[in-house]
């Protein structure tokens, strides 16, 4: 059964799963696993992992999502409701009628929302605000620092850098997404799921689809 699952993006993922440059996102294990474990798949079952602790214990976690699923983007937000806004080139309604729609901060920053409400936080966004739809293609467990060029292109966070001897593109670095990564975790909590303290994070694989598709 297709399940419809919320997925919170901060804005510079939401303009790189626009621009198709995001088809994979990170998030932390909690609780970790821990740095020790051996970890692997349970093979009767797809949405089982199994790890064992120092002292031969088995443990099981289940992946958050499945193949499938589909995911809605909840991001920062904004319900418009005006008569006209001429500085953004609204046309002037009828008397009586009210623009409604959704804005959406990672498209603008810096537009003019009410100052009684403002932004409102992704955590708060309804499903039916949503823009952005995934459809899971794969979960797994990994440790961070096991991301792989490709992978890193995949987030999103390609670097452009070319081999000075010959000219040619060279695979991405970590870098970017070290710097990427560290910046959504709280700095309180960088010593546990920072890029350095390399935790277990699932990693989810998606493709954008319509909203249409996403409701069938």
């Not at 403002?118 to 459809?135: D, N, Q, V």
């Not at 593109?169 to 959504?184: C, D, E, H, I």
């Amino acid at each position: 059964m297709k399940r419809i699952k919320p997925m919170l993006f901060n804005g510079a993922m939401v303009r790189a799963t626009l621009d198709d440059r995001k088809t994979a996102t990170r998030r932390v294990i909690k609780p970790q696993i821990p740095q020790t474990a051996h970890v692997a798949r349970l093979k009767y079952s797809w949405a089982w992992y199994w790890w064992e602790d120092g002292d031969g214990h088995g443990h099981e976690i289940k992946t958050p999502y499945r193949p499938g699923d589909i995911l809605y983007v909840r991001e920062t937000w904004y319900y418009e409701t005006h008569l006209e806004d001429r500085r953004y080139g609204e046309p002037m309604l009828p008397s009586g009628r009210y623009l409604f729609r959704y804005i959406y901060r990672a498209d603008d920053p810096n537009y003019p929302v009410s100052t009684g409400g403002g932004w409102r936080p992704s955590i708060h966004m309804p499903k039916e605000a949503a823009r952005i739809f995934l459809r899971v293609k794969d979960v797994r467990v990994e440790r961070l620092q096991n991301i792989t060029p490709q992978q890193i292109d995949a987030e999103g966070c390609k670097e452009y850098g070319y081999d000075v001897a010959t000219g040619e593109l060279v695979p991405s670095s970590p870098a970017l997404f070290k710097v990427v990564w560290n910046s959504t975790i709280k700095p309180a909590e960088l010593p546990l799921y920072g890029w350095d303290a390399n935790p277990w994070v699932w990693v989810i694989e998606f493709e954008r689809i319509s909203r249409e598709e996403a409701m069938k």
